[in-house]
């Protein structure tokens, strides 16, 4: 499995350090999107592993694990599409508290 | 019966992650979909729109798959131009992959999707269709349904919202005599993911037309994108269809459809209309089935 993911990136300081186009490599991440959530996805036990949630995720931060689903809250948004389509009801939005 | 694919058998691997699109965007999960099924072969190409805008904020870039942005009305030509040049470095195994929105579809691209589909490039052109304007701010394109209001098409005493009906983009491609089209729906991602799996094994050029809803220009809480996807299929207002060697095929005939007066008045942007503006929806749509029933295979087959 692979997906993009944070690396370290520093502000340019000088004018030397500005790149000279606006390519550069895929899949580069530098910022997380959790700053945007009101409300948190939570699995509970009650999931059956279906995989719906994972697959319906428009953001794909639900992953496999070995048993089961986790979520990637750096880049959740808290957009609640996990929680309707969970056939089970397995998955509870919590008020975002950001700690 | 052919292999399909599902939840469970679809890579694990993320091609579109940490994008900026609003919470609970349809569009951004078409593209992310796609991507997957398509894998890490895939050459996407994407005009200016919601899904270039949010995913290419360098040095923040969400795709981890080569993508680049074309022009606004240029997308299947740079695809075009991509296919070419990735065969002739010798490049093994890719798929070039468009991924534009309506707008960028039914108006501004057409010229240059019309060109490739004419010359029957071996590319694959996906429109997520928002029914609007949105990266800019919900203004009317040639796929707003009739009534909708935009910024561009208000709703007052005079004029309720879009005059005109949803240009009928799917059979404007399929009158080239594409290979393949296809519609689909973010609504049944199944169809969906196996649409996809089959025009990247079609030679020639293959069009997949999705609908992928907004939730802040349809008026919709951000969690229910997938819902209302659903429910324009059950209402009737979209169709699942294929069109492969000069035929056209129904792939779901609802014996009935649910209360299209019901999702239409679950978005804020169709809250504005009377009855008698429904009902013009309602005989739109009853003639474009009884059309389709009469001359489409109407056998619900696998894909």
Known sequence: MSKPYLRPYQKPQKLSDYPLGTASEAGYLVTKNSGWRNERPIITDECINCLQCYLYCPDGVIFKTESGLDIDYDFCKGCGICERICPKQAIKMEVETND | ?303
């Open chain 2, 1 to 303: 019966m052919r292999n399909q694919i599902t939840a469970k058998t679809i890579t694990d691997s993320e091609f579109f992650y940490g994008h900026k699109a609003c919470a609970g965007c349809g569009g951004s999960l078409a593209v992310r979909i796609a991507l997957k099924v398509l894998g890490e072969g895939a050459i996407s190409v994407l005009p200016a729109g919601c899904m270039s805008a949010v995913g290419f904020n360098y040095p923040h870039l969400c795709f981890s798959n080569n993508s680049i942005i074309s022009t606004f009305a240029g997308t299947a030509s740079m695809l075009t131009g991509v296919e070419a040049g990735a065969r002739a470095v010798g490049i093994k195994n890719f798929k070039a992959v468009g991924l534009a929105g309506d707008g960028g579809t039914a108006d501004i691209g057409i010229q240059a999707l019309s060109g490739a589909i004419d010359r029957n490039d071996d590319i694959l052109y996906i429109c997520y269709d928002n029914e609007a304007y949105m990266n800019t701010g919900i203004q009317k394109s040639g796929l707003t349904p009739f009534g909708a209001k935009t910024t561009t098409t208000p709703s007052g005493e005079n004029i309720h919202g879009n005059l005109r009906p949803k240009k009928n983009l799917f059979e404007i491609v399929a009158a080239h005599d594409i290979p393949y089209a296809a519609t689909a729906s973010i609504g049944n991602l199944k169809d969906f993911m196996n649409k996809i799996e089959k025009a990247s094994k079609i030679k020639g050029t293959a069009y997949i037309h999705v609908v992928a809803p907004c939730p802040i220009g349809w008026g919709i809480p951000v969690n229910e994108t997938i819902e209302i996807s659903q429910k324009m299929m059950d209402c009737g207002l979209w169709y699942l269809a294929e069109y492969e060697n000069g035929q056209f095929k129904l792939n779901r005939n609802p014996s009935e459809f649910s209360s299209i007066k019901d999702y239409l008045l679950s978005q804020s942007r169709f809250k504005h209309l009377e009855d008698a503006d429904i009902k013009i929806l309602a005989a739109q749509r009853d003639a474009k089935w009884t059309t389709i029933r009469k001359n489409w295979n109407t056998a619900e087959e696998d894909l």
